[in-house]
Structures are given as structure tokens and as C-alpha cells.
């Protein structure tokens, strides 16, 4: 078995030396200023400050793969949790739930901490990554990293509008231009009622789900109330703190948001189903929700066990609701969290089994069976992977040459970077960008079409203003015209970009590389020391 391994493990190597390097689409002719823009990068990329001052510049598109309740600071919850009136254990190191007018011994008032340094930072370190140190009691970065959501829990279902706000106003600072939000929009306790009624059958494989979505089609209604009376409100309180509408706008209401619906997969099977049907309901009926996915952590037991009738679960829907949009996490694991068994086969089964057009992290892809096969296909199918370069590291350990992210763009696959949870990793876009090019050594044209392919395999509504995924090729109806500029734009592309969402994204996105070009030039912070 070990002889098969290494002879996989050796043909992706001769797949990624033997291949044609990939290269960047040429940039259309209004960003005449390219060539001058990529040498004053080449001078830049080896001097940190100047690299950060560039990169938070730069328009990134899109961020394909943030989680809303990872995206928030914990210094905000403890905020919001103050303002609740509610305590934390100063023991576990958690917000609690009820209100606390005389705390218990090892409980202080949130409102409190500002005042006890050493209180703060506990806390601030336990909701987070912030100076995470391995210890007796807490070893590693994988358990500290999801460990930071129970304690944070009590006060998030309040405030998910302020979490959207700071989600929304983080990616107009970073120039992102499309946040793809991962959000779970009805309570588990909803759920749960729903489900008592409801009577599912025991679940154990894909046989037993024709039952089991009988008996959940008189509460599908109810499901698709719940889901957008719960995401109003979470906008309507943005917009508020925003203060979208007025002259004091924050620049976050510019920044386009949409949400998929994202089921937790540690869960018994009939719950993960339940929230698979409300997921899939709550799409059909609201565009605000364009995806599904599947998260939490994949080396869970229950997740391993259950891993593929999940996927099981996603191909039966997907016949149900037809058209609805996967992007799933797979291959989130590595050899020391899991058996070899359990890491064979979760991307292949997320694409082939339950039709994810999208992969979150794919970080396992070399101990898949036949990962030469499977990057192959991925490339030739088109199916984009969502690199999260920080977390990768913060909770697998994988990065710089171990991270299989030059492999993917060797092989040909479409890659795109995004932040995953920039609140709990104390990261954002600009920093997964900085990542990527001091360690892979990124040129100004790769910058572009990571930037570029971000937007292009988004889920938002629309065509694309590319032809068959050829980033820079426009589609005729745009033909002759410059991207990004109005000047001489023909009757029927303005009336293609009003119609499609996705290219009028991607229109304005080469306005911004041209504007970008132009400030960086006649930036003199830029120019470094001789």
C-alpha cells in the first residue's frame, strides 16, 4: 500500500515539474500601464512595509470563503457582551448566556474587563488565535481554533447584524469588492421544534431519504419564513449601523454581499439532514442565499462517520432542488489528525458524489486516491479551490512549500485566496495576498488573475463578463469596448452588464486595476529607497 502511496505522491510531483507553468491572462489594453505596474511591484515584494502598503491597495474582488461568525474580533463580542449586561467565566474563558448582576466566583461582568488588563487579554486570546502558544491544556491550534465558537456563542445570535457591519466594513478597507457570507440563518432550537413534528425516520443511508423528505414537506414553508424574516433583520441592523442611505454612509454598504446557507456537520445524521432541507429550501426561495455548504471540523468522529451519507445527502437534494450552488470544506485534514482512510476520498466524493463546484481548503488533495487523476479532472471541470493560507497554518499546521497551493495552479486548477475566519485568525485578505506572495513568489499578473478568479467563480446571480472561465477574453456583447471604462460602451453591453450581476462586478473590477495603476505610479511611498 505504501508503494502505491509514494508512486502517487511521485507522479503529482512529475505532473507539477513536467507541466507548462500557469501564466496570467495579458491584461485587456486600457491597463496600458501594466508593465510599469508589475516592475514597481518586483521593486516592492522584498521590502514587507511597502508590499503591505501595495497589497491593501489593491482591488481583490472577491472573498469567496468567510464564515460570519468567524469573521468578527473577539475585542466586538466582548463589546456587545458588555453592552448585554452579561458576565464571562474568567475559568473557561467564555461568555455566558444569562445576565449576571452579582457574578459567582470566576465570573466577571463583561462590562468590566477594560478595566482588569490581565482579565482582557485572557479572554481576547481565548475568543481568537491572538498569541495562541501551545500548552499543557491546550496543545493545538486545530482544538483552540474551534474551540473560540462555544465560547463566543451566547452572544453572536444577537448581534448578527453588527457582525455583518464589521464583516462588510473590514472588506471595503481591504478593496474587496464581493463578500460570499457563510451564515447558518435559522436557530438550532428552531430546528429542533420543527423536527419533533416532523417524526424522521432513522437515517442510514440514501434509501432511507425519500421518507424522510416526505415527512419534512409540511414545515418547508416555515423553514423559508424563518430563514429570511432572520436575515432582514440581520440587514436592516447593518444598514443601521452603517448608516447606509445617509450622507455619513459607511463604505461597507458599496461592498456586494450574498450568503450561502451553511449545515453543521457534527451532528446526528437526521439533524445534518434537517438543516441540508432547510439550506436547500431557503435557497429556492430567497437570491440573497446563492449556495449551500457543509462545515465544522471535518476530522470530528461524527463527521468522519457520517461523511458520506452527508455527501449522499447533498446528490439527493440536489435532484430535489435542481441548480442549487455547492461549495463544500473537504480535505481539511492531514495524515496526523486522521487515518489514511478518512483522508482518501472527501474531495473526490464532495465533487463527484455530491456536485461541489467549489472546495474549501483541499489541503489533503495529495492523499486522495490518485491525486494526479483527481487534480486533472478538477482542472478540465473547472472546480475552484478556496485557499485559506492563514488558517491552514493556524489549524493544520500546512504552509509555505507543504501547502499545496502552488500544485493546485501548477496542475492547472482555479484557485482563489479568502480569509475563512479573519476574526478568529486576527488576519484578513491583504495578509492572505502578503502570504501568498512571499511564499510563493507571486508576479503583479498572478496578483490579477487571483483577484480576477475570485469574482469570476463567485455564486452571485448572472453571466460571466469572461468567455468559458478565460479570464480577459469578453464576452461579444462587450466586444471592442475597454472593461472598466464607459467611454464607447456599445448599447448592448450596458444592457448585458445591467442584467448580470456577476459581470458588472467584474467591469467595475478592471476600473479599479486601471485606477489602482495609476495611484501606486504617483505614489512616492512606493518608490523604495535607493
Known amino acids: 500500500m505504501m508503494f502505491f502511496r509514494l508512486c502517487a505522491l511521485l507522479s503529482v510531483c512529475f505532473l507539477a515539474l513536467s507541466a507548462e507553468p500557469v501564466s496570467a491572462e495579458p491584461l485587456p489594453p486600457a491597463a496600458e500601464s501594466m508593465s510599469s505596474v508589475a516592475a514597481l511591484f518586483d521593486r516592492v515584494k522584498s521590502d514587507p512595509v511597502r508590499l503591505e502598503l501595495f497589497l491593501r491597495a489593491f482591488p481583490k474582488g472577491a472573498d469567496l470563503h468567510n464564515h460570519l461568525s468567524g469573521a468578527v474580533y473577539a475585542e466586538s463580542f466582548l463589546r456587545w457582551a458588555a453592552e448585554d449586561g452579561l458576565c464571562v467565566s474568567l475559568k473557561n474563558h467564555a461568555i455566558l448566556s444569562a445576565h449576571c448582576p452579582k457574578p459567582a ?10 478595566s482588569r488588563e490581565d482579565d482582557w487579554n485572557e479572554m481576547v486570546n481565548a475568543l481568537s488565535m491572538r498569541n495562541f502558544i501551545p500548552t499543557e491544556h491546550d496543545r493545538s491550534g486545530h482544538d483552540h481554533f474551534f474551540s473560540t465558537f462555544l465560547r463566543f456563542t451566547a452572544v453572536e445570535q444577537r ?9 462588510a466594513e473590514r472588506a471595503a ?7 460570499e457570507l457563510q451564515i447558518a440563518p435559522i436557530s438550532f432550537d428552531a430546528l429542533a ?37 432572520s436575515m432582514d433583520e440581520m440587514e436592516v441592523r447593518a ?5 447606509c442611505g445617509t450622507a455619513q454612509a459607511s463604505a461597507g454598504c458599496r461592498v456586494t454581499i450574498r450568503y450561502q446557507y451553511s449545515a453543521l456537520r457534527v ?10 432541507v432547510a439550506a436547500y429550501e431557503s435557497v429556492k426561495r430567497d437570491p440573497r442565499l446563492v449556495g449551500v455548504n457543509i462545515v465544522a471540523p471535518e476530522d470530528d468522529p461524527v463527521a468522519l462517520r457520517d461523511y458520506d451519507l452527508h455527501m449522499q445527502m447533498f446528490r439527493y437534494l440536489n435532484r430535489v432542488y435542481p441548480g442549487t450552488q455547492l461549495s463544500l470544506h473537504a480535505g481539511e485534514v492531514t495524515p496526523s489528525l486522521v487515518p ?15 456536485g461541489a463546484r467549489r472546495i474549501g481548503h483541499g489541503v489533503d488533495v495529495l492523499w486522495e486516491h490518485d491525486p494526479v487523476s483527481l487534480l486533472k479532472d478538477m482542472a478540465r471541470r473547472s472546480i475552484l479551490v478556496e485557499i485559506n493560507l492563514t488558517s491552514n497554518d493556524e489549524i493544520l499546521g500546512v504552509k509555505g512549500s507543504r501547502h499545496p497551493f502552488s500544485l493546485y495552479r501548477q496542475a492547472g486548477v482555479p484557485v482563489a485566496l479568502s480569509t475563512d475566519d479573519e476574526g478568529v485568525s486576527r488576519s484578513d485578505l491583504t495578509q492572505e495576498y502578503v502570504r501568498a506572495v512571499t511564499s510563493y513568489h507571486l508576479d503583479y499578473p498572478s496578483l490579477v488573475q487571483l483577484s480576477r478568479t475570485g469574482l469570476e467563480y463567485g455564486f452571485m446571480q448572472g453571466e460571466s463578463l469572461w468567455v468559458g472561465h478565460h479570464l480577459g477574453q469578453v464576452v461579444p456583447a462587450c466586444a471592442g469596448g475597454t472593461p472598466g471604462h464607459e467611454d464607447g460602451m456599445s448599447r448592448p453591453c450596458h444592457d448585458f452588464l445591467q442584467k448580470n450581476l456577476k459581470a458588472r462586478l467584474q467591469w467595475q473590477l478592471e476600473g479599479a486595476f486601471h485606477t489602482f495603476g495609476q495611484d501606486v505610479l504617483n505614489n512616492p511611498l512606493l518608490i523604495p529607497p535607493q
Open 173 to 179: 478597507r481591504d478593496n474587496v469588492q464581493y463578500l
Open 340 to 354: 489514511l482512510a478518512d483522508l482518501d476520498h472527501h474531495i473526490r466524493a464532495a465533487i463527484d458524489v455530491a
Open 193 to 229: 421544534e420543527m423536527m419533533k413534528s416532523a417524526a424522521l425516520p432513522p437515517l442510514k443511508s440514501e434509501a432511507d431519504l425519500d421518507h424522510a423528505y416526505e415527512a419534512l414537506k409540511p414545515v418547508l414553508g416555515r423553514m423559508a419564513a424563518l430563514s429570511r424574516a
Open 105 to 114: 466566583e470566576g465570573q466577571a461582568l463583561a462590562e468590566t474587563l477594560p
Open 239 to 243: 444598514r443601521e449601523v452603517m448608516r
Open 159 to 167: 448581534h448578527q447584524g453588527d457582525m455583518l457591519a464589521e464583516a
Open 267 to 276: 451532528f446526528p445524521a437526521a439533524f445534518v439532514w434537517m438543516q441540508l
